[in-house]
Structures are given as structure tokens and as C-alpha cells.
């Protein structure tokens, strides 16, 4: 019985001390980081949460969105309302959300963007549809990433005319939808076109382009063609 004390005691004090040394780092970590970084921090923070609140309040967005998103400065945003964010959203500096509306496919009546909760994605994100692009739950991307369902025309069409028409006014046609699904992981650089599915759980290389299926659980590298 006296050893089996001893061997208690002995296991608080230990754990005691890991807490102690612990909140030792913490607050050393806090000091030498300085009380102004500290509070330029913590203001950022404030500010991109505020900058969420009001594209909420302001109606910016589709009415099923969300009142807690995460936005940084330079937001563009082209038909809000066809764009629909769940709680926990976020986007890093400069990003682009554009639904755009075109009479080359009279079928598709409801071009939309959708995100699911607590995805967020980096600096220069792009996201753009005249079709369709579904981004499931915590799927979390670098900067710079391209996600588009379109393109100025259809390329074999158009290369095949005798003559060519300037990119510029060619009308805007979509291949295939997008879907992203839940818990996926994008790297930097990436562009995902028309077509492409991306199934639960899989990663996406640095600088790869996606265009079609991604198992899931899977790690995918492609380079451009």
C-alpha cells in the first residue's frame, strides 16, 4: 500500500510538472512574440470574421448561406445569389466566387456554386460556373487554386471552323459539372476542370491539373498536357 502511494504521488507530480512547463512555453512564446503582433493578430482575425457577418447581412450570398464565414480582403463576387457557403467557410486574400448565365446550354436554367461547412482555401482562390460546382464538407485548399466548368467555346468545335474566332467571342460552353466530395485536400496550383470528380478523402498534388474521377482515399498527380 505504501509503495502504490508513492508510485500515485509520484505520477501527479510528473503530471503537474508536464502542465506547469507547458504553460511555461506558452507564455514564453507570448512574450517574445510581442503584445503588439499579438493584437495585429487577434484584429485580423476580428476583421475577417466581421467581413463574413456582413456579406450574411447584406444578403451577398444565397439565403441558405451561412452567417459564420471566414473572408479576407479583395473578395470578388459575380451572381451571389446563385452561390450558396455553409457555416465555417473561409477564403484568403483576393479570392473569386462567379456564377455566370449563358444561352449556349438552354438546359442548364440554374448555374451554382456550392461549399460545404468548414471548407476554406487560401490566397488567389477562383472559383467559376455556368454549370455546376459542388464542394463537399472540410475540404481544405492551398492559394492560387483554379476550379472552373467551362471554358470560351468548345475547343474541337471551334479549331475545326475554317476560320477562327477570337476567345474573346466565343460563347462560354461547359463540358460536365464538378464535385468535390467531403474531407478532401487540395495543394497549391491546382486547376480542376469541367468533368472532374473528386471522391471523399483524396489528395491533390501541388500544381496538378484534375479532369476526371479521383478515387477515394487516393493521392493524385497529373501535370498539364
Keep these: 500500500m505504501h509503495r502504490s502511494g508513492l508510485v500515485r504521488r509520484s505520477l501527479v507530480l510528473e503530471e503537474y510538472l508536464s502542465i506547469s512547463d507547458g504553460a511555461t512555453k506558452l507564455v514564453r512564446d507570448f512574450s517574445s512574440e510581442g503584445y503588439v503582433n499579438i493584437a495585429l493578430r487577434a484584429l485580423k482575425a476580428l476583421t475577417i470574421r466581421l467581413r463574413g457577418f456582413v456579406c450574411f447581412a447584406c444578403r451577398i450570398f444565397a439565403d441558405q448561406s451561412s452567417w459564420l464565414l471566414y473572408i479576407d480582403r479583395g473578395l470578388r463576387v459575380k451572381n451571389g445569389k446563385a452561390i450558396q457557403l455553409g457555416s465555417g467557410v473561409g477564403f484568403g486574400l483576393f479570392a473569386r466566387l462567379e456564377v455566370f448565365h449563358t444561352t449556349t446550354h438552354p438546359y442548364i ?82 486547376v480542376i476542370l469541367a468533368g472532374a470528380h473528386i471522391a471523399s478523402g483524396a489528395v491533390i498534388a501541388a500544381n496538378t491539373v484534375v479532369r476526371g474521377f479521383v478515387a477515394p482515399r487516393s493521392t493524385f498527380f497529373q501535370g498539364p498536357r
Aim: net charge negative; proline share 5%; charged share 25%.
Design 109 to 190: 436554367r440554374h448555374p451554382k456554386i456550392i461549399i460545404g461547412e468548414d471548407s476554406s482555401f487560401g490566397d488567389y482562390f477562383h472559383c467559376g460556373a455556368v454549370n455546376s460546382v459542388i464542394i463537399g464538407r472540410r475540404v481544405l485548399g492551398g492559394s492560387h487554386i483554379l476550379i472552373a466548368d467551362h471554358s470560351h467555346g468548345n475547343n474541337k468545335m471551334e479549331l475545326s471552323k475554317p476560320a477562327l474566332v477570337a476567345p474573346t467571342r466565343r460563347d462560354i460552353y461547359s463540358k460536365a459539372p464538378i464535385v468535390i466530395e467531403d474531407d478532401v485536400w487540395i495543394g497549391d496550383g491546382v
